[in-house]
């Protein structure tokens, strides 16, 4: 602008100059963000126009230290703002950004019910806004996985398992584009509860033994049995043989299934039968 400097002396005779101050234009400060939201753990650059001396970063705190640079990596939500200086020493300030930083809930309350040899149901509480879920489930401690994403309900039922392997089994909420920490639980099948094999039948003039391979996580072994013309019996032993009389004539006819508790039993097994010697 124009300033007017005027100087009086003591008889009353003044006298006045004219001062043109010029004062430099500062180009425009603006910044921009790769994105205004963005995901909990993760961060954002925001971006202010090149070509100036120096830049000093603010948030809703005030300065931030260390961030003079053209660029800031913000990794907490809120508003932000850069001050610039060109080489003339002449400053000017930006437009706030405001950017959101978007956190997602972790589902609680992870179970796994009904364990069975192939199969478990596990649920949680529903945590995620959009309803959706990633899942992924491993067999080796965590060197391989099986992924399930965009699961729209807060429980599942896993099908095809092996029996008697640990599984651990994670899940995470998913909602705009982000994505929540896991929720883990690990959980082991039920050993499959095997029908005896390598059954052997070995008559006497008296008897017959039974005898079959022992299955490891049995408790116990039902055996039902019949001789010609008679009735069918039924005996529970611990061990992997019976030995029971005959009538001394005709066939001898045998089925067996393995109880592994909590009744949990296996099939019966085929028939078996054998003829009864006469002497």
């Known amino acids: 602008g124009t300033y007017t400097v005027t100087v009086t002396d003591d008889g009353g005779c003044s006298v006045s100059h004219n001062i043109t101050v010029e004062q430099e234009d500062v180009n425009d400060i603006d910044v921009s963000a790769e994105s205004n939201s963005f995901c909990a753990g993760s961060s954002v650059v925001l971006t202010a126009t090149s070509g100036f001396s120096s830049y000093q970063w603010y948030d809703d705190n005030g300065l931030i230290i260390d961030a003079t640079s053209s660029t800031y990596s913000a990794n907490a939500g809120g508003d932000y703002y850069v001050m610039v200086t060109n080489s003339s020493g002449c400053s000017s300030t930006s437009e706030s950004e405001n950017l959101v930083n978007i956190s997602i809930a972790a589902p609680t309350g992870l179970e796994a019910d009904n364990v069975y040899t192939t199969s ?19 067999a080796d401690g965590g060197s391989t996985w099986t992924t399930i994403e965009n699961h729209y309900v807060s429980a599942i039922n896993l099908n095809g398992l092996t029996s008697g392997t640990s599984y651990i089994f994670e899940v995470t909420s998913s909602s705009f584009g982000c994505e929540s920490t896991a929720s883990t639980i690990s959980f082991t099948t039920i050993e499959a509860c095997n029908t005896p094999d390598n059954i052997v ?27 010609s013309g008679g009735y069918w019996s039924s005996q529970t032993v611990t061990g992997n043989s019976l030995t029971v009389d005959h009538n001394g004539y005709g066939f001898a006819y045998f089925y067996i299934r393995t109880d592994c508790g909590n009744g949990y039993n296996s099939s019966w097994s085929s028939l078996q039968s054998i003829s009864i010697p006469s002497c």
């Open 201 to 227: 039948l070995s008559p006497t003039p008296s008897d017959i033994t039974f005898t079959w391979d022992a299955i490891f996580n049995a408790e116990s072994y039902q055996i039902i049995y019949a001789y």
């Open 120 to 138: 478990v149901s596990l649920d949680w509480d529903a945590t995620s806004p959009s309803g959706a879920y990633n899942i992924q489930y491993s």
